[in-house]
């Protein structure tokens, strides 16, 4: 199977602390974020995919700040605004009867979305998915085909594997619904099960090393363990320290 661009951005990831497809993640929407500011914030289709989705979510909204990029925010920001100020302009509260179904439904369950509001809020909401989120989804897909594609055979990626912190169990669980072949799914399965087994064996030995008794001796492999195991579970934080 020939090599792509995706199979050795895959292994020099796996050489990286965390979870390479978390990193990898990470960056395809970082570097979506800078081809938007520096090169495609004046264009057209992209701009309405923008005003479709609101914006940007919480994470990559904030990930927008960067040296040099304030003309490009502001410009894309005062789009977006204006599309929400459009969208309020006509905005009106629908009254409901007093005797309707609705009005006596919502008498019952207070908590639930008011009825007279609905087609603002409707109007308000996001009609498409973020664009650095679609973007950094499309690429995940491409890098867990490209580790189950490429992780046997000669100078394939198992040996990376069991050298590197493994997937998170986000990942690991999504690159399970990926594998048709058991060779694969043997090969995959033993390497993770062993990278966690290992940080299993950190994480009792830093909380062994807690104790007064065995305070003094000196920290090895277990230092971090505990940063390392909430990666794992989760994966990267968005924004943390991949280094």
């Not at 973007?135 to 990376?160: C, F, N, P, R, V």
């Not at 169990?169 to 690159?175: S, V």
Request: glycine content about 6%.
């Amino acid at each position: 199977m020939g090599r792509t661009m995706s199979f050795y951005d895959v292994r020099d990831a796996l050489t990286q602390p965390g979870c390479a497809v978390c990193r990898l993640k990470t960056d395809s929407a970082d570097r979506f974020l800078d081809s938007l500011l520096w090169e495609s914030v004046n264009d057209p289709e992209m701009r309405h995919e923008i005003r479709q989705a609101q914006g940007f979510c919480h994470e990559h909204a904030w990930g927008l700040i960067r040296n040099g990029a304030s003309l490009g925010v502001a410009i894309i920001m005062r789009d977006v605004l204006q599309s929400v100020l459009n969208s309020m302009e006509d905005a009106q509260f629908q009254a409901l009867p007093s005797l309707s179904l609705r009005r006596a439904r919502e008498s019952l369950a207070p908590g639930q979305p008011a009825a007279a509001t609905a087609e603002l809020v409707a109007q308000l909401s996001p009609q498409a998915k973020c664009p650095a989120c679609a973007q950094a989804e499309k690429m995940e897909t491409i890098y867990l085909s490209t580790l189950l594609d490429h992780l046997l055979g000669e100078e394939g990626l198992l040996a990376a594997y069991e050298s590197s912190d493994g997937l998170c169990l986000p990942h690991f669980r999504q690159a399970l619904t990926c594998v048709h072949d058991e060779e694969v799914f043997e090969a995959l399965v033993n390497a993770q099960r062993a990278i966690w087994e290992q940080l299993l064996g950190h994480l009792s030995e830093a909380i062994r090393k807690s104790d007064y008794r065995f305070r003094d001796e000196p920290r090895g492999e277990e230092s971090g363990a505990w940063l390392r195991a909430i990666t794992a579970l989760v994966g990267t934080r968005l924004g943390q320290d991949r280094g």
